[in-house]
């Protein structure tokens, strides 16, 4: 198949999609049972498609590292999901983002074969194209615990749950509050086997290491990763954990 057919299935699909849409769903969209997959002529269908996403900048407008929309709707887009580089966070733009990172950790969950649970109350929240809960694989807990540790994990914002129903990862999106929060619940969930991650845009870092720093969470200061918006779209883009 031409160059320039591919280019433009990608643009039809996208724009099926609503205007935008990550790269994963990009795939699904174009490589999926019913796709054209077979019509791609290559090995590496997926390295073809994030290619044209990131070379094809008169029709395809990179919102972020994996995440594209239409260059019509690039403005309206823009306004959604661009953080600044400093200062305040307007609120919707951070609920847009919060959301979009929460999806961006059930995506690469799912591609690890993990299962993947969002809180109920998030599951209407909107993630790019979708709801969050159509993306995710469950809303409701597996009984992992003693009814307080379900309920205190029932708000965490992304876990990973392996093959035995067990919490292999649980993430924390902080793109602004105070994560004193977060570290509380990480605590109170301390003594399962679990890694634990905050979430969070790199400039936060220190605002971290203040917060893990307190005694109160001396238990858990050498579990609790921090990672950085960046680190997470790098590894979302080159399909890697």
Known sequence: MKRTTQWMQVLSAL?????????????????????????????????????????????????????????????????????????????????????????LLVEIGKARNYKTYIPAQDKNKTFVNQKLGDVCDITKLPKFGYQNFIRRARTVDVIWFNRRCMP???????????????LTKFNELRDFYTQLTIVAPATRGNHFADRIGMDTFHEIRGRVRFMGIDELEKKYIGGRW
């Not at 994030?50 to 972020?64: A, E």
Request: aromatic share 8%; charged share 25%.
């Open 15 to 103: 724009k099926q999609l609503g205007g935008i849409a990550t790269l994963s769903q990009l795939n699904r969209a174009l490589l999926s049972t019913g796709g054209d997959a077979e019509n791609w002529n290559t090995k590496t269908p997926e390295a073809t498609i994030r290619r044209i996403v990131r070379n094809t900048p008169d029709h395809i407008h990179p919102l972020k590292p994996g995440l594209y929309c239409i260059r019509e709707l690039a403005a309206k887009y823009e306004q959604e999901y661009s953080l600044p580089k400093e200062g305040d966070i307007p609120p919707k733009v951070e609920e847009r983002n919060h959301w979009y990172y929460q999806g």
């Open 168 to 182: 292999a990862t649980m993430f924390e999106v902080e793109m602004t509050t105070d994560m004193l929060n977060s």
